[in-house]
């Protein structure tokens, strides 16, 4: 079940937030350099998650504003949970996403993807 208010309230946070990209498409993990990141990654500027950063996101090919999807995810490493904002990502980019998650032991995720609004 999707409630369209909590994708307004995200695309507000958005709206009113500069997104960050710290970590380029192709670049390497800072600790774990077998890392790659496959788009470009970052954060929005003035917000926080549960990790006391800032909201995390993942921006595609499509436009910087466009959320697509949220990925939700645990990290047994880290011992936290998140969210990752996609955004402007297309259905291969999606998938790029839920695989670079679920491919290691101790990181798994959700990707659930925003219903069109009637």
């Known amino acids: 079940m999707q409630n369209p208010d909590f994708w307004r309230?995200?695309?507000e946070l958005i709206s009113g937030s500069e997104i960050v990209i710290d970590r380029p498409r192709g670049s390497r993990h800072p600790r774990h350099p077998d890392i790659?990141?496959?788009l470009d990654y970052g954060y929005l500027d003035g917000t926080t998650s549960t990790d006391g950063e800032g909201v995390d996101v993942w921006l595609g090919s499509g436009g910087a504003r466009d959320l697509r999807a949220i990925l939700v995810s645990v990290d047994l490493e880290k011992r936290d949970s998140e969210i990752k904002?996609?955004?402007?990502?297309?259905?291969?980019?999606m998938a790029a996403i839920y695989d670079f998650y679920?491919?290691?032991p101790g990181m798994k995720a959700l990707l659930i993807e925003r219903e069109a609004e009637q």
Not at 85 to 93: F, I, R, T
Request: no cysteine; proline share 6%; aromatic share 12%.
């Open 9 to 11: 309230v995200l695309d």
């Open 36 to 38: 790659v990141y496959p």
């Open 85 to 93: 904002l996609l955004l402007g990502l297309n259905a291969a980019e």
């Open 102 to 104: 679920n491919a290691y």
